[in-house]
């Protein structure tokens, strides 16, 4: 699993990574942190990727011995399936990432491990990575909560069948609202006041809408009546108008960087209630656009973005000095080629097959009326829109957010055709799929 970070000679690491190590970045969500706290044990930066990876591993290897349960090969096609997804996918990437990427996937993942098993053992263990990928990232936040009520919507055409999906689906809601009540205990503790979000919460919307020319709209309707200070920058945040997101918030001659026009996070979130309010129509246009932007630029073993300069990491130097010297020696820090997948071919051309290896699958599922994996595949395919739709919504167009999943599309295919080739396929103990299967 973690063959590419060995290859890179260190994990791999993200401009992000920094903030995340130090812990004093507040536009972030700060469980990615404590991760790092509790599994590097301030010893190496090894032992967090290492984490990854295991966690990773018996996510898939469980779901997949639970769904080929009856077979005795079960555990050999389980780690054919895992070789797989190593070989051919770019899973080894994001557990060798010291980012919170891979908990995403662990949402998913725990999810389905939270439907199809009933041991106290599975139900702790989906729970945690539930709780673990709630924490890693804002818009996980968001995509769990979006695709609970969705849940929910669907629920009364599901119970007749399933008349013990709602009993699992409020147990999952429970966790899930269990978890959003930690990370604001856990905000509070750490001074960030008792908030879902981190203080600071407003900078990525607000470069959002500075992009999209909406910020300058709302100062010219409303200044200089508002008293807000950022009036006063009113030609310098107009010059921003198109340059993009990631310029605007980490470009170090940007007028947002430089003056730091909105310091003040009240007036900065009362300034984003009026420009939604306003723009209410065109932001959802944009946010629709760049959904599908993202969906179509999500390209299974893309290549990594280079980390920049070494001098960029300080808290990798602060605090594993030991390490830092390793870090400044890799692959990625030395602008040299990566791999991040055994075999390299041509990211697009794999990419559109894996979606239509994806719709082949569940043609094939609609005639053998196999309607658990079907649940479980449009399941997948509906996460990773709302994950594209979430992170385009409030964040840059970065392919990255939706390619931290689609790495799921081969897994759930090749586990399903796993499935469709058993003369047997277990009835015992799966609850939601039972009956189809």
């Not at 590419?4 to 903030?19: C, E, I, L, V």
């Not at 807000?228 to 009113?234: I, P, S, T």
């Not at 030395?334 to 051309?349: C, D, H, M």
């Not at 290896?357 to 829109?385: H, V």
Request: hydrophobic fraction near 50%; charged fraction near 20%.
């Amino acid at each position: 699993m973690l063959w590419s970070a060995f290859y890179n000679r260190f994990p791999f690491t993200y401009p992000d990574t920094n903030g995340y190590i130090a812990g004093d970045e507040m536009r972030r969500a700060i469980g990615y942190h404590f991760f790092i706290i509790f599994t590097a044990l301030r010893w190496s930066l090894w032992n967090v990727v290492f984490a990854q990876a295991l966690i990773t591993t018996l996510l898939l290897m469980r779901i997949s011995c639970i769904m080929l349960e009856d077979n005795k090969f079960k555990e050999l096609i389980a780690f054919l399936i895992l070789s797989l997804l190593i070989l051919f996918t770019d899973v080894s990437k994001y557990a060798s990432w010291l980012m919170p990427d891979i908990f995403t996937a662990w949402i998913f993942l725990g999810g389905v491990l939270f439907f199809i098993s009933v041991k106290r053992h599975d139900l702790l263990f989906a729970s945690a990575v539930i709780w673990l990928g709630l924490f890693g990232h804002i818009s996980n936040i968001f995509t769990v909560l979006l695709f609970i009520l969705a849940s929910y919507v669907i629920m009364p055409f599901l119970k007749r069948r399933h008349p013990y999906i709602p009993k699992i689906l409020n147990k999952l809601l429970a966790v899930t609202l269990v978890s959003l009540l930690s990370i604001s205990a856990l905000n509070y503790i750490t001074g960030r006041g008792f908030s879902l979000f981190p203080p600071k919460k407003s900078v990525f919307l607000m470069a959002k809408f500075i992009n999209y020319g909406m910020v300058s709209k709302t100062l010219n309707n409303y200044c200089p009546a508002s008293g807000w200070q950022a009036c006063q920058y009113k030609d310098a945040i107009r010059s921003m108008k198109g340059t993009g997101p990631n310029f605007i918030l980490w470009a170090k001659d940007s007028p947002y960087v430089k003056y730091d026009i909105f310091k003040d996070e009240k007036e900065a979130q009362e300034i984003i209630m009026r420009t939604f309010k306003d723009n209410f129509r065109d932001i959802t246009l944009y946010s629709l656009i760049e959904t599908i932007l993202l969906l179509r630029e999500s390209d299974v073993g893309d290549g990594l973005d280079f980390p920049g300069s070494i001098n960029d990491y300080p808290a990798i130097k602060a605090a594993y000095p030991d390490e830092f010297d390793d870090f400044a020696s890799s692959r990625e820090s030395l602008s040299l080629p990566l791999k991040v997948r055994v075999f390299q071919f041509q990211n697009k051309k794999f990419h559109r097959w894996v979606f239509r290896a994806a719709l082949f699958l569940i043609i094939i599922l609609l005639f053998k009326r196999r309607y658990g994996l079907l649940a479980l595949m449009i399941s997948l395919l509906f996460f990773i829109f709302l994950n594209a739709l979430v992170t385009a919504s409030i964040s840059a167009l970065v392919a990255r957010y939706n390619m931290r999943v689609i790495w799921l599309i081969p897994f759930v295919t090749l586990l399903s055709a796993a499935v469709l080739s058993e003369k047997y396929f277990p009835r015992r103990k799966l609850n939601i799929w039972a009956k189809d299967l």
